[in-house]
């Protein structure tokens, strides 16, 4: 198996050469080279419960990052669901493909128009898709009439596919775009339907440049039975890239076959043209092994996992009334599978500034609010992301705080454990997010300097006092949680001054609550925006007020003064 897994991959990587043409903006092709669950299922509604179904399917079996294919509605467009089906996915390791639909009216959908694709654009550009390629099939089966305005018009659809993939394209190269899939076995009749030969060749009659613009060809392969080949087979995609050379499209396109299955008996009605259940899934198997081995085709999405009703209750995965499944579901699930590793963007950010200066010698521990603005669920348990800086010199440590699930778009408070080193100096710094110890997504410039230690310039006077004699002063300074983070004692106050040097643990240029004690004081406190230099703290007057040495006035007070009449003495002048 590991053999066959690494030529497919070979395979690939030589066929995917040709699609690096600098012509137009391209999605990101590198993801279809990296490890690939193909397998997919196609949903009707992404419900919370069909889409944990759906894992429960594509990624058994060592499975991982397995595709579902979504409809999106032109009437649809509500940022909280979608995001919130995104959101699901991601969590659940699904990659979506999304098909663009309109909307349903007289009896059929109505047809799109040009001047609705700048608004579906910038709708889907709005939402955190799951992985970097934005995977979008532009429409369903126009050669049906009832699936365009109810008119067969390849004139039309061509000029509509062109603007809606140029569109898409100009907001955002990550959306990876394909062709409305087709129905390979619809006849040319009376303005219902039209041969898929006749249609894309007046499609590339119309739009020749339209294939510069396309990703990815969206193939329906329904078979007529197991055994045949060509169109309207299992492999019915090959017959249509055949179709494309032949009408003078180069391009090499990787296939996503976003429909596929049989149908079964077992529904509303049973129908005995099909298959029983049974029998359906073994064709199943069979079919999906061979298409996993495929290295043009980078995804199969069967149609469809739970459809409750007509018309496509025989074509359901979920048996019609039930949470149960037919056979083919657990068929499926025994397939061996590889475990996907998709691309997807990691982008951190940290919305507020990083210290510019810090003091040598030092010991920090700095609040950093870190956001994921990027696509991947950060787990430093499962995968060990965890935060690193580049740059700093060999005599300085640090240590992060544990990330631990952080998802898109969530804030939160890590803890930066820095000690600096012994030399002043200027660094170009630069955080980064690495996973298994190898760094990935973004990273953040932070300019620091580290600088000598400091002083401060204490005055303060005593109540009573002309001069605050005295080596007993005791002066603190907090941060802003409250945490001493520098202190000195038993130190002189002469002249009602005092000067604090040697000063550490601070971030130059923020502010501080700075506190001076003195035994039978009131303490007194100020606020202080440090500098590298000519630091200057002002006290009010110290008052003579806390016999008891708890650091306020109470009635307590009064009665340690008359258990002591000697501390009377702190109210004669000198």
């Given amino acids: 198996m590991k053999k066959i897994i690494v030529i497919s991959l070979l395979l690939l990587f030589s066929f995917s050469f040709s699609f690096f043409k600098p012509v137009r903006a391209q ?14 299922i196609h949903l009707a509604v992404p419900s919370s419960e069909d889409m944990e179904k759906a894992a429960s399917l594509v990624n058994s079996n060592n499975g991982d990052w397995g595709y579902i294919t979504l409809v999106i509605h032109q009437d649809d467009m509500n940022k909280d669901k979608w995001q919130g089906v995104f959101n699901k996915a991601r969590e659940l390791h699904l990659i979506p493909i999304v098909r663009l639909a309109t909307y349903f009216e007289s009896g059929h959908w109505h047809a799109p128009e040009i001047q609705e694709a700048v608004k579906l654009a910038e709708f889907l550009n709005s939402l955190n898709w799951v992985v970097k390629n934005r ?79 396309l990703d990815g060809w969206a193939s329906h392969s329904y078979p007529k039975n197991r055994y045949n080949t060509g169109r309207n087979s299992l492999k019915n995609y090959l017959w249509e890239l055949a179709l494309l050379r032949s009408l003078g499209v180069k391009k090499n396109l990787p296939v996503f076959i976003t429909e596929s299955g049989w149908s079964h008996q077992e529904g509303k009605t049973p129908d005995y043209n099909f298959l029983p259940a049974e029998k359906v899934a073994q064709q199943t198997v069979d079919y999906l092994q061979e298409i996993l081995n495929d290295s043009q085709v980078i995804a199969i999405t069967p149609f469809i996992l739970n459809y409750q ?11 019609l009334n039930s949470t149960e499944f037919y056979q083919q579901y657990e068929a499926t699930q025994k397939i061996l599978k590889i475990k996907g590793q998709p691309l997807q963007v990691t982008k951190i950010s940290i919305p507020h500034e990083l210290p510019a200066k810090i003091i040598k010698n030092s010991t920090y521990q700095i609040a950093l609010t870190l956001r994921n603005d990027g696509q991947d669920i950060w787990d430093s348990s499962l995968d060990n992301y965890q935060l690193q800086i580049e740059g700093l010199s060999k005599d300085t440590d640090y240590f992060f705080s544990d990330l631990g699930t952080m998802l898109p778009f969530e804030e939160k408070t890590i803890w930066l454990h820095l000690k600096t080193g012994n030399q002043a100096e200027k660094l170009d710094l630069k955080i980064f997010l690495a996973k298994n110890q190898k760094m990935i997504g973004n990273q953040i410039d932070w300019k620091l300097e580290i600088v000598p230690e400091t002083t401060i310039k204490l005055i303060a006077k005593l109540l009573f006092k002309r001069k605050s004699l005295g080596d007993d002063f005791k002066f603190l300074i907090y941060n802003e ?3 001493v983070i520098f202190q000195t004692t038993n130190f002189p106050m002469k002249n009602n001054q005092a000067e604090i040097k040697g000063l550490k643990n601070l971030i130059i240029g923020k502010q501080y609550r700075l506190v001076l004690l003195k035994p039978f004081y009131l303490p007194r406190q100020t606020f202080l925006e440090i500098n590298e230099n000519n630091n200057l703290a002002q006290f009010k ?33 000198n």
């Fill in 27 to 40: 999605a990101d092709f590198a993801d279809l080279i990296a490890p690939n669950n193909k397998l997919g």
């Fill in 135 to 213: 995977y979008l099939v532009l429409f369903n089966e126009p050669n049906h009439a009832d699936e365009w305005g109810g008119l067969l018009s390849p004139q039309n659809f061509a000029k509509v596919t062109l603007a809606y993939a140029k569109t898409f394209k100009e907001i955002n190269p990550d959306f990876f775009i394909m062709m409305a899939g087709f129905d390979s076995a619809a006849p040319t009749d009376a303005n219902q339907h039209m041969n898929q030969v006749a249609y894309l060749t007046k499609v590339l009659q119309t739009q020749p440049e339209l294939f510069d613009y």
């Fill in 309 to 319: 009703d007509e018309p496509f209750d025989h074509f359901s995965w979920q048996k």
């Fill in 481 to 483: 949680n409250q945490e």
């Fill in 541 to 573: 007057v110290l008052l003579p007020f806390d016999f008891n040495q708890d650091g306020r006035l109470s009635l307590n007070d009064l009665w340690s003064l008359l258990k002591n009449p000697l501390l009377f003495k702190l109210w004669l002048p």
